[in-house]
């Protein structure tokens, strides 16, 4: 069983070394693994956002595309492509959008700070903030959920995206009464280095701190690195590695004896100069051949259209299918198949408000599901199930079951559900004891308006 992973490149800069280690290099690594169906793309839409200059937003696409491919990436083993050659992404942002809170975008760190800093400086709160910036959450999500991706590796600053995207889904999924979309969840990686950049900071774009990847070739980065702050110790005096950054970037490319060995080079006083140059083989190493296939690919964009192209083709058939059933869910079925078969369309069965339970698949692989009530309150989220055979084989027992049936115990701040002595699911925690009485008579209720439905 494979999980699908998916993650976006803002294309708007040109890849540094901290990139490659924090992003490109462990992406590359997790999708040549079996169990893993990769999305990777360029979000050239988001790219728009937050630049109006064409030419950066091209080159910028060209460059990482480029990079990707340079570092590793199989693109007949991983879907590749851009954001703006799938027309489902925009169709399904709007779909989204119309089920999307405002209030919930008006929570969105990147547009509360934008609008704090105009408030701080006495504009107008909106001064300069487009559209754009306000529906950013609702374009990702639609690059997720468009094809339901269960895992998203992402960076920190963007943890608030996927708990949005999660939201929309749940919201998606409850209005129009089917499982749609599965909940993708976030994907941390803890044990990538966060590699400093030449003043200490970390290694970013918006510090001006950092050393290029494959620009300016070998002369360029051997330059850069030789830009790096150290204290002032002098050759022969012994270095202290934990605290500096030529070591930690060393490490980031090295194996654990050299690293074993650098260390003690520069405990040993190293000179500053000559461990720089040291880093500088260290990291070429890896990156020469590197370099040689992305100057290869830069010189024939046409390849690499080539290939994105092809990525896109992949990604749409994934993405058109799943559109198609929105389509139908919302009301906006084709009428393609009327025209050729004459017939009348069905009158789209009514909506009834009754209570619903929802399966998606957990992080982990496994299967569960959720029980709402009529009005869309989560009032029981099930175990874990291996397959999701069992997970249905439970639904069905619990449709049927009825209130009189229910064993209830009592935890903490909610309860545990069995039926038949198995353990089936728990509640959230309820504030207090009156709380958990009200939430146990509309469990009460809704399972009752289940059987009465079978
Ligand atoms: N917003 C992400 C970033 O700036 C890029 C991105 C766009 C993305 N769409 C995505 C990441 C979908 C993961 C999934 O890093």
Redesign the pocket.
């Known amino acids: 069983m494979q999980t699908r992973v ?5 294309t708007t800069g040109t890849p540094h070394l901290g990139n490659y280690v924090g ?1 490109i290099r462990p992406a590359i690594l997790a999708s040549q693994r079996a169990d893993v169906d990769a999305f990777y ?1 360029m ?1 050239d ?2 790219a728009l956002i937050k630049s109006d200059d064409p030419a950066r937003i091209e080159r910028s696409r060209l460059e990482i595309a480029a990079t990707w491919l340079a570092g590793g990436l199989d693109p007949q083993r991983v879907t590749f492509y851009r ?1 703006s050659d799938i027309p489902e992404i925009p169709e399904l942002t709007w779909f989204l959008t119309c089920v999307t809170s405002k209030g919930l975008l008006n929570r969105a760190h990147a547009y509360k700070a934008a609008i704090d800093k105009n408030v701080e400086a006495g504009e107008d709160a909106d001064a300069g903030v487009t559209a754009g910036l306000y529906m ?1 959450p609702v ?3 639609a ?2 959920l468009a094809f339901n ?1 269960n895992k ?4 920190r ?2 943890i608030q ?2 708990e949005m ?1 999660r939201d929309i889904a749940q919201r998606f999924n409850h209005i129009y009464g089917g499982d749609f979309f599965v909940l ?1 969840e976030v994907v941390i990686e803890e044990q990538v280095a966060t590699l400093p950049g030449l003043d200490g900071r970390k290694m970013s774009k918006s510090y001006d701190n950092t050393i290029p990847l494959f620009a300016g070739g070998a002369k360029h980065l051997r330059e850069t690195i030789m830009r790096i702050v150290t204290d002032s110790r002098l050759p022969g005096e012994a270095k202290d590695p934990d605290s500096s950054s030529l070591f930690t970037i060393f490490r980031a490319f090295a194996s654990e004896a050299e690293t074993d060995a650098f260390r003690k080079a520069l405990e040993d006083g190293i000179g500053w100069g000559e461990a720089k140059q040291v880093l500088y083989e260290r990291i070429e190493a890896d990156v020469a051949p590197m370099r040689e296939r992305y100057d290869e690919l830069i010189a024939k964009p046409q390849v690499i259209e080539e290939i994105l192209q092809d990525g896109a083709r992949k990604a749409r058939a994934t993405a058109a299918p799943l559109i198609a059933t929105l389509r139908d869910a919302i009301g906006l079925r084709s009428g393609a198949a009327l025209v050729q078969s004459g017939n009348q369309a069905k009158p789209a069965q009514k909506q009834g408000k009754l209570p619903r339970l929802v399966s998606f698949r957990d992080g982990d692989g496994s299967f569960r599901f959720r029980l709402f009530s009529a009005d869309g309150e989560e009032l029981l989220l099930s175990r874990s199930f291996a397959d999701p055979k069992s997970a249905g084989v439970t639904q069905k027992r619990l449709k049927s079951l009825g209130a009189a049936a229910a064993v209830w115990q009592v935890r903490q701040g909610g309860m545990a559900l069995e039926v038949d002595g198995e353990h089936i699911g728990d509640t959230p925690e309820y504030g207090d004891e009156p709380a958990r009485d009200e939430a146990l008579a509309r469990l009460r209720e809704a399972l009752d308006q289940l059987a009465a439905q079978e």
Not at 152 to 155: E, Q, R
């Open positions: 998916l993650t976006g490149i803002t992003a793309f979000a839409y988001h954001q950013y374009l990702m999500a690059d997720i991706a998203v590796p992402v960076g600053d963007q995206h996927i995207a993708p």
